[in-house]
């Protein structure tokens, strides 16, 4: 089954939207990385299938290309671990909701716990302006993020916190700066 889910990188000082696409189909059992990926998003694989399987979560016997695109653009850091892994879930259909309207950024550790992410403002400004109305990032980062108003923000502590046993993406508490915050949110 094809899904789709939405990221976003930094170039320069803006964000850009990245498209993670994924294909499980039969055939040899393996995960191919392709669109022009560093060598931090191709290790992704092995922190992929561990925090998967540490969040209880069996892979079946299946073949996964996972697609960056657009591929002109360089994929560089651990940022797409996350919204690759939350892909991988959706085309096995243990993501059922849409995730349309949705940018996920976040590193995964091998035990599935999520680590900060470089880059959250420039993305979530990026997200907000170009129609997304929800951001999931690592909870470190969850304040950053929150600076953009009109924008709701997910913390996300690990891969486990996605799964509910209706298979929803869980619904936390949206991240707010709050009134002693020390930096101007961005309009």
Not at 34 to 48: C, I, K, Q, Y
């Amino acid at each position: 089954m094809l899904a789709t889910v939405y990221s976003a990188t930094v170039e320069g000082i803006h964000g850009r939207k990245i498209d993670i696409e994924v294909d499980a189909t039969q055939g040899l059992p393996g995960m191919t990385i392709v669109g022009l990926p560093d060598t931090a998003v191709s290790e992704a694989r092995e922190r992929m299938r561990l925090a998967l399987r540490n969040a209880e979560v069996e892979l079946p016997n299946k073949r996964f290309v996972l697609n960056l695109a657009p591929a002109e653009v360089r994929k560089i850091g651990t940022s797409f671990d996350l919204p690759m892994a939350v892909a991988i879930l959706q085309s096995l259909g243990s993501i059922e909701v849409s995730l349309e309207h949705r940018i996920i950024v976040g590193e995964l550790a091998l035990d599935g716990t999520v680590r900060a992410a470089h880059g959250i403002l420039p993305i979530a400004a990026f997200a907000k302006n170009n129609g997304f109305t929800e951001i999931y990032v690592p909870a470190e980062n969850a304040q950053e993020a929150s600076l953009v108003h009109d924008i709701t923000v997910y913390p996300v502590s690990s891969l486990s916190r996605w799964m509910r046993p209706s298979s929803e993406p869980v619904q936390t508490v949206p991240a707010s700066c709050g009134e002693g915050a020390m930096v101007k949110s961005v309009a």
